[in-house]
């Protein structure tokens, strides 16, 4: 059971990776940003303590415990059916658990958050088919991304601030799609409507970012521009990636969790989990 937390508010990051596939307390954090607002004494953003979820007799999570620290990059990975999906639905709201715990910071109870509170508190999430407004131009899909009154009257009067356009050429810096920020979104290539897309996240400020197969379908030099873009956003932001590319997985990642049957196989670095014989028995094959 966890403890009541304490109100305080230091940051007191951890830095010793987890020792026991996902049942530790201390997540791997690296400490560079502390979440604003957000009680993250521990040095750990995210934690699920003793997961289950079940469809129709289906466990799709088992007891399953997982701790992402402040500034962290990590990576899940593991076969189809694994449970990464229906684990950040959990995370973001969309799934209720059947029972554990579910905290974003010391205090949050995701559990009993709505999927708009949860959003609304720091959590960005990506899925994997670009969801973007594809008759808006670039700029205008990053504007409608804004943290801003959404009612109809206040959207009829809005006008951006200055700080508010400098911080979307900011992020239009960010994702390389200066040149194109009055192109309609419809007409960028698959790659660019990913990176418009986590630009629109970007853009609220996330404290914890979840990106599901973020660079499927993309070409080679998109992936590694990825890449680069993620190794940038750690330490400012906290990053959990969904991948089945090993390749892009190893250029990126701090810390790299296996899930198998809805529960933590192996954690570790990617080396250590490609080592794991029954990382390579049930997911990597040999």
Request: charged residues 20%; negative net charge.
């Amino acid at each position: 059971m966890r403890a009541t937390p304490v109100p305080e508010f230091m940051l007191e990051p951890a830095f010793n990776p987890n020792s026991d596939a996902g049942t530790s307390r201390e997540a791997v954090g690296l400490g560079s940003a502390a979440a604003k607002g957000l009680d993250v004494r521990h040095g750990t953003i995210l934690t699920l303590e003793g997961i289950n979820v079940s469809f129709d007799g289906f466990k799709a999570l088992t007891d399953l415990n997982l701790y992402i620290g402040v500034g962290e990059l990590r990576c899940i990975i593991g076969p189809n059916g694994a449970g990464k999906t229906t684990m950040m639905d959990v995370i973001t709201g969309k799934t209720r658990p059947d029972n554990g715990h579910a905290y974003f910071g010391e205090t949050l109870d995701l559990t009993q958050m709505s999927e708009v509170e949860i959003a609304q508190s720091g959590i960005g999430r990506k899925f994997q088919k670009p969801t973007v407004f594809e008759a808006l131009s670039v700029f205008e899909n990053l504007e409608l991304a804004l943290k801003t009154n959404k009612s109809v009257w206040a959207s009829l009067r809005a006008k951006l601030s200055g700080e508010q356009k400098a911080r979307i050429d900011e992020v239009l810096a960010t994702i390389k799609l200066e040149s194109s920020r009055q192109r309609p979104a419809g007409l960028l290539s698959h790659g660019q409507k990913q990176f418009l897309e986590i630009g629109m996240l970007l853009v609220q400020d996330p404290q914890l970012l979840l990106l599901d197969e973020p660079v499927a379908g993309m070409t080679d030099a998109e992936t590694e521009f990825t890449a680069e873009l993620f190794k940038s956003l750690a330490r400012k932001h906290s990053l959990m990636v969904v991948e089945h590319d090993m390749g892009f997985v190893g250029s990126i990642a701090d810390h790299v969790t296996v899930l198998h049957q809805g529960s933590v196989l192996a954690e570790g670095s990617l080396a250590q989990v490609q080592a794991d014989e029954r990382v390579i028995e049930v997911y990597l094959g040999r």
